[in-house]
C-alpha cells in the first residue's frame, strides 16, 4: 500500500450508496437502549476478578486539601501534579485493587495500547520507564501506573477497593463531604474527579443473556481461572472450549488472535467491521530513546495532537498509522492550492477517506484467504465513524481453521439460550462467551462512578444537568465550587491520546487548587456568566459534524445512529480543537491570577 499514491479506480457515488446501505441494516430503533448496564441481576459481571483477598479496614474518617477520585492515568496525573505543587494533603479513592483504571481492569489476552507508547504513555521522563515496544502490552502500561504511584508516592495516600458513593458540598465547613461503600468520611476542600470513559462496562440486552449456563464474561472482566495463561497468551484450559466473542472492536482484535493459539473453536460474531491498518509494532531503539533531550516527550505529544487536530505542522514525529490519514489530506490540501485549485475541504478530506478505506478493503482482500470471510471483514463507511484500528495479527487469524467469523449482517447476536448463541435462525453450541462490547464512553465523570454530586442549595449534577451540560471549559460548574473534572469531554475537549487530554485538565485543575491553598482561598466558584460566555464560544466554534454522523454506521460516536436528537460528547466538545483549547484555558488561569 502506498501512503500517497491517489487509488482512482472506485466510484464515489456508487460507494456512498454502499455506505448508506450498510448503514441503513444497522440502525435499530432501541439505539442505546439496546445496551444493559452492569446493575441489578447483571450487577456480577462488574465483579472485580483480580482481587483475591477483599481487603479489610476500619472506615476513615478524614479532612484533607484535595480528594482524587480514581486511580487510573486520569488521577495518577492528577495527584503527581499535587505533588509536584507541593500539595501534599490529599486522598486518592479507587475501586479497583490497585492504580491503573483501564489498565487495570483490562487484562485480557494479548492486550496492547493502541496509541503509540512514547506519546501514551505519562511522565516516561520523569519516572525513567522504557516501554521495550513502540505499541506498548497493556501490562506493561499497568506497570508503569503503579510506578508513578510509587515514584510520586502515592501508594500511601491511595484507598482501594473503595468507591465514593455520595459527594456533598458543606456550605458551612465549605468543604465537600464525601462518603464511600466502606462507610469513610472524607471531607475535602477540593475535589478531582478523574474517572475515565472506560470506566462503565456495556453489555448486550441480547435475550435470554441470563439463560446461558456456560462461562459468560465481560473483557475487562478476564477470567484466568477458566481460560488460563496471561495478557501473554496461554489460554489452554479452552483447548476443548468453544468459545463466542461478540464484538469486533478494539478489545476483540487484541483477543481473538490469542484466542486462536489454543481454543478448540473461536467463533467472532460481527455486526460491524472495524477499520483495520497495519500495525508495524516493534521493538524499542533503546539508544534512540536515551538519546532524546529533555522534555521530547511533551513535544512529541503536542506534535501528534497538532496533526491529528488537522493543524498546519512542519513535520510527523509520530508519523504512524494515526498520522497517516492527517498527513495524506494536509498534502492533498497543499497539492490543491498549489495547483490553484478550489476544491472545499470537506470535499478534499472525502476524496482521501475514500481512498484510504479503499486500501483497508484491499488489505483484506490481501490478508483473508477465504472470499467470503474476507468480504465479510470489509468495512464499508467513512473512516473516522469508528475509532481506527491496527493490528499486525487480527485479519490474519482469520485464516486459522479454528477460527469462523460469523456475520450477522449488521443486526448482531439475536439471542442465547442455555447453551448457544444465535443469530437468527442459526444456532452456535458454545462453552464460553466473552462479551467484548465496550464502555459507556460517553457517561459523564460521577454517573460512571456511580454517585451523585451535591452542589450548593442542594442542587444535585444530575439535575442541574438534566438538560445538558452546563459548565466552563468542560471542567468546573458553577454551584459546584472547588469541584475538577479531569477528563471531561463534553463542552471540553477531545484527543485520540486520551493522557494528552488528562495532562491539560489536570494542569489546569492542579494550577488552580494549588494557587488557592497558598493564598489561603477556601472557595474558589466558576460563575453563570463565566459558563454563558463559554457557551457563546463553543456556538460560535462548533463544526457541523451533524451530516458526517448521520451517514456513519451506528456506534458510540453517533449515539447508535441518534446523533441529531441526541449528540454525543463529540459533538459537544469545544470546536476550536485541543490545541486551541489549551491555549484558551491557560489564558483563562493567567487572567484569574491576574485578578487576585
Ligand atoms: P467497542 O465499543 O469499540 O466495540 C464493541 C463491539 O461490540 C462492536 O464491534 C459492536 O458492534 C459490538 N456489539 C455490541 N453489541 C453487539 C451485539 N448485540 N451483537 C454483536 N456485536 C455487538 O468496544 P471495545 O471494548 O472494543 O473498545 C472500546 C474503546 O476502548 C475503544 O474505542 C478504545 O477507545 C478503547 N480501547 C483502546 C485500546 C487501546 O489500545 N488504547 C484497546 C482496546 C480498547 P458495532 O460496531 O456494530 O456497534
Redesign the pocket.
Known sequence: MSGDRPTTNYDPAALKEKYREERDK?LRADRDA??QDATGVFEHFADDPFIKEPLQRAPVSEQVDVLVVGGGFGGLISASKLVKAGVTDFRIVEQGGDFGGTWYW?RYPG?????ESYV?MPMLEEVGTIPSERYAKGAEIFGHCQAIGRHFDLYDRALFQTRVTRMDWSEEEARWIVGTDRGDRIEARHVMIGQGP?MKI?L?G?PGIQDFEGRIFH?SRWDYDYTGGDTEGGQTRLADKRVAV???????I?IVPKLAEHAERVYI????P?TIAARNNGPTDVAWFKSQPKGWQKARMENFLTIISGLPHKEDVVGDGWTDFWTRFAKRMAEQAASGADRPPPEIMQEVDFEKMEELRAQVRELVKDPKTAEAAMPWYNYLC??PLFSDNYLQSLNEENITLVD?E?R??TGISAHAVHVGDDRYEVDCIIL????D?GARAHEAGGYEVTGRNGVTLSAYWSDGVKSLHGTQVHGFPNFHIVGGTAQGTLAFNYTHVLEIQGEHAVDQIACDLAEGIDVSEVSEEEQAEWYALLKAKKVDKQKFYEEC????LNNEGNFRDKPTFVGSAYGGGPVEYTGIIAEWRQARKARR
Not at 461478540?246 to 476483540?252: H, L, N, P, R, V
Not at 460474531?269 to 460491524?272: G, V
Not at 454506521?553 to 458510540?556: C, D
Open positions: 444497522r439496546q445496551f483490562n492486550i496492547r495500547c493502541d496509541i501514551y472506560l456495556k448486550p441480547i473483557s461478540i464484538g469486533t472492536g478494539a478489545t476483540s487484541q460474531f460481527q455486526r460491524t472495524s469508528k475509532r450477522t449488521g448482531g447476536v467484548a462490547t465496550g464502555f464512553v454506521t451506528p456506534g458510540f
